[in-house]
């Protein structure tokens, strides 16, 4: 699916490029909402990687994209160390600050 092979390729990132707690600036504004069974798969690969996160500035399209993002983080531990943006400077001078 294209889940697997979204998250084959980002564990590799993780492994090879990512040695210590990172800060990500994560562009969904092309992010549909997710059907339950891969939220699910989501959630649990952001628990696993929550402990490496020092922050997560997440530049969203929509009042809804946004709604679900947020519950995904608040469920998977990064709710204190992720922000949500519509502007992209304002994401990244955020993320400087962390």
């Excluded at 969904?28 to 909402?33: E, H, L, V, Y």
């Excluded at 952001?46 to 399209?61: D, F, M, Q, S």
């Excluded at 983080?73 to 709710?79: M, R, V």
Aim: glycine content about 2%; charged content about 35%.
């Amino acid at each position: 699916s294209e889940y697997e092979q979204w998250e084959r390729a980002i564990e590799r990132t993780w492994q090879t490029e990512f040695q210590h707690p990172v800060k990500i600036l994560s562009d969904q504004r092309d992010f549909k909402p997710m059907p339950p069974e891969i939220l699910a798969r989501v959630k649990q690969y952001r628990i696993k990687k929550a402990p490496l996160v020092i922050a997560t500035a997440t530049i969203v399209e929509d009042v809804i994209s946004q709604m679900q993002l947020k519950r995904l983080s608040a469920q998977s531990g990064l709710k204190d160390r992720e922000n949500f943006f519509v502007d992209v400077d304002e994401a990244v001078k955020w993320l400087k600050k962390q």
